[in-house]
């Protein structure tokens, strides 16, 4: 199975910025898309940013578009989240996750959060006022 490591996420001030990262291994590190999913304390898990990972082609979430920018480095079997002018509505655990299973069309596997298979630990990201 693939194992996914995350990293980067801390306190900061509101309009910071944080780059978060994904950490891959496994044998089956050939998932057609990966992405960045949150959790706020008593709300569900949301999907963030998608990525193809064939292609490059990304999804956003409207509520980060424009301020998140998801990238990958499969040479280092790597996975970012480029997280800039931060508000206190992003503070949540943040989870990347692999080995998609649903319908590989447009967003909807940003809709889909539960059709992932492999999912990190998580890393905090939390935002002050």
């Known amino acids: 199975q693939v194992q996914l490591v995350e990293s980067g996420g801390t306190s900061v001030q509101a309009g910071g910025s944080l780059r978060l990262s994904c950490t891959a291994s496994g044998y089956t590190y050939s998932s057609d898309c990966m992405g960045w999913f949150r959790q706020a304390p008593g709300k569900e898990r949301e999907g963030v940013a998608i990525i193809y990972t064939v292609n490059g082609v990304t999804y956003y979430s409207d509520s980060v578009k424009g301020r998140f920018t998801i990238s990958q480095d499969n040479a280092k079997n790597m996975l970012y989240l480029q997280m800039n002018s931060l508000k206190p509505e992003d503070t949540a655990m943040y989870y990347c996750?692999?080995?998609?299973?649903?319908?590989?069309?447009?967003?909807?596997?940003?809709?889909?959060?539960?059709?992932?298979?492999?999912w990190g630990q998580g890393t905090q990201v939390t935002v002050s006022s």
């Open positions: 996750a692999a080995g998609y299973e649903g319908p590989l069309f447009g967003r909807i596997p940003l809709e889909r959060v539960y059709a992932y298979k492999y």
